[in-house]
């Protein structure tokens, strides 16, 4: 059985790769040089590009609002910036911490990055100046690190640097001409040069959300094949077509989904800022079979006036992918009706990579849930006790694959059963495998002896027609020792909180009626989509306190 499990593997994968086009009938010489480019790689984050250089000089390979560049141009513009870093006065960084959003700068620095050896921090384009500083200073901590970002943050950044003030700092994209030296301006100067070959492999860290406290770094040396063929048998990539991504690149979904694209040299096109309707238009314009988004553009697509939306057909798409938050049921089925069935949703931890992934046929199904274990992962939903609990009762999420991550920078780690990693999450498994996620572990609340979860309350009082969004926290309460308090965007402001508090009473046990529900113009959400929950206690009733 030994021999046989790997030979099956191989031959799986190899099939699915032909399949989606990984494969494809190129001469052997093609090949050749395609391994050895992955090879100067490392086999590394970035090898995709190589590979995509390689088998595909020609073919449009980045569309951003400056224009377009072959993946013989983003190959030898990254060779080019790499040998640039090299070539630096300090010498070769050892650090590359990367501000920008989404263009060719992003891209590129990426790319030289990792064929320098650096190690590649992913920064919030959210950040305030004293969160990057921390965050910089910890990651950089006696090493010799570049700043690449956008002139937009130039002032965050002179506050994160201030007393850093022999950092190197290097524009990715430039707001007016007479900014300093960039990205650009170094790929001049050094056109035509490849950088020397580094001794070690390069590695990304990524940084946690933070949404309730400070990010953490974690660090990821690449995937791995199992995951290649995970992706492949679930969501409809083909090589070679055209995917829009919109999804912030810093983040660990839209960093995948770029690796993964050029892995696949798709064509990747993309815009700084995310706007739904420019969105709608690029897919049609490229006619793009793939588009990868974070949950809340799916919203802010939908929220879009009839006239407008009715201007975009979206039939080329044969995917939408997401992921990085809880998705709107609501929203999901209006969004497939209107573009047809093609969301995908993809519930994926930074430390754990991805863990399950939603069909179209999951979500019509069921559609807040989270879907089935990618292959190659294994899910246990646990008790306090570490016990496997029966189907359709809560736990802990604990999941077992090949994406796990190398571990956090600080030297901390994830909690782990056996070789099963927490995902930090809770929910359950139904009778069909399918997982469904209710909370964060650290969110659930205990009210009156009753264990409640935040989004089952936020999961009602967004099924009502009057409400465009709703979060939801949990405080203190001296007669019950915790209760809810709820915040919500209204669709209809004839609604009041007293007629939301009777719906979801009508719906659900009464401990677990908010006590408190206040009107917002907009959640608090970082670049990602996520809620900052830790924006919402700051906005509280006096009476309520955070737990």
């Not at 190659?376 to 009762?393: K, Q, S």
Request: aromatic content about 6%.
């Amino acid at each position: 059985m030994a021999l046989i499990d790997p030979l099956t593997n191989t031959v799986g994968l190899l099939t699915t790769m032909a399949r989606a086009g990984v494969i494809a009938p190129l001469r052997p010489d093609k090949y050749l040089r395609i391994v050895a480019a992955m090879a100067r790689e490392n086999m590394g984050i970035t090898s995709g590009f190589a590979s995509a250089a390689q088998r595909c000089p020609d073919r449009p390979a980045l569309v951003d609002e400056i224009g377009t560049l072959t993946w013989r141009d983003v190959d030898q513009r990254a060779d080019a910036f790499a040998a640039a870093l090299q070539g630096l006065p300090g010498g070769t960084p050892q650090v590359v911490a990367i501000m920008a959003r989404n263009h060719r700068g992003f891209v590129e620095s990426l790319i030289a990055a990792n064929r320098i050896g650096a190690e590649v921090l992913l920064l919030n384009t959210s950040f305030a100046g004293p969160a990057l500083a921390e965050v910089v200073s910890r990651e950089g901590a006696g090493k010799s690190v570049v700043v690449v970002y956008d002139g937009e943050f130039g002032p965050t950044v002179d506050v994160a640097l201030a007393k850093l003030p022999d950092t190197v700092r290097i524009l990715a994209w430039r707001d007016t001409p007479e900014d300093h030296r960039g990205v650009e301006t170094m790929i001049g100067e050094y056109y035509g040069r490849r950088p020397e070959r580094p001794s070690t492999k390069a590695k990304v860290i990524l940084l946690t959300s933070g949404t309730t406290g400070t990010p953490k770094g974690a660090s990821h040396s690449g995937g791995s094949p199992q995951t290649l063929k995970g992706i492949l048998d679930r969501t409809p990539w083909r090589a070679e077509e055209t995917t829009v991504i919109v999804a912030p690149m810093f983040h660990a979904w839209g960093f995948a989904q770029l690796a993964f694209a050029a892995s696949m040299a798709c064509t990747i096109v993309t815009r700084r800022k995310f706007d739904p309707e420019a969105t709608l238009r690029l897919v049609d314009q490229h006619q793009a079979t793939g588009l990868c988004v974070v949950p809340v553009m799916f919203d802010r697509i939908m929220a879009l006036p009839e006239d407008v939306l009715s201007k975009y057909s979206g039939r080329s798409l044969r995917f939408a992918a997401a992921s990085g938050s809880r998705m709107n049921p609501a929203v999901v089925t209006a969004f497939m009706d209107r573009f047809g069935d093609v969301i995908y949703n993809n519930y994926n931890a930074t430390e754990a990579g991805m863990i399950a992934t939603a069909t179209p046929a999951d979500l019509r199904f069921a559609p807040d849930t989270a879907g089935r274990p990618a292959e190659g992962t294994d899910i246990r939903i646990l008790d306090a006790e570490r016990n496997e609990v029966p189907t359709g009762e809560v736990g802990t999420i604990f999941v077992r694959n090949s994406t796990q991550f190398d571990g956090y920078t600080s030297g901390a780690t994830k909690d782990f059963e056996g070789d099963y990693m927490s995902s930090g999450d809770v929910g359950y498994l139904d009778a069909d495998g399918r997982l469904f996620v209710v909370g964060r572990d650290d969110e659930m609340i205990v009210s009156g002896g009753e264990n409640v979860y935040p989004i089952e309350v936020e999961k009602v009082l967004s099924a009502h027609a009057a409400v465009a969004e709703a979060s939801v926290l949990g405080v203190d309460d001296d007669e019950y020792g915790q209760r809810l308090a709820a915040f919500v965007v209204l669709a209809d402001e004839s609604t009041t909180p007293e007629d939301l508090k009777a719906h979801v009473r009508a719906n659900l046990a009464n401990y677990k009626v908010p006590r408190s529900i206040t009107v917002l113009e907009s959640l608090p959400r970082g670049s990602t989509g996520k809620i900052v929950r830790r924006d919402l206690h700051a906005l509280l009733p006096t009476d309520d306190r955070a737990t």
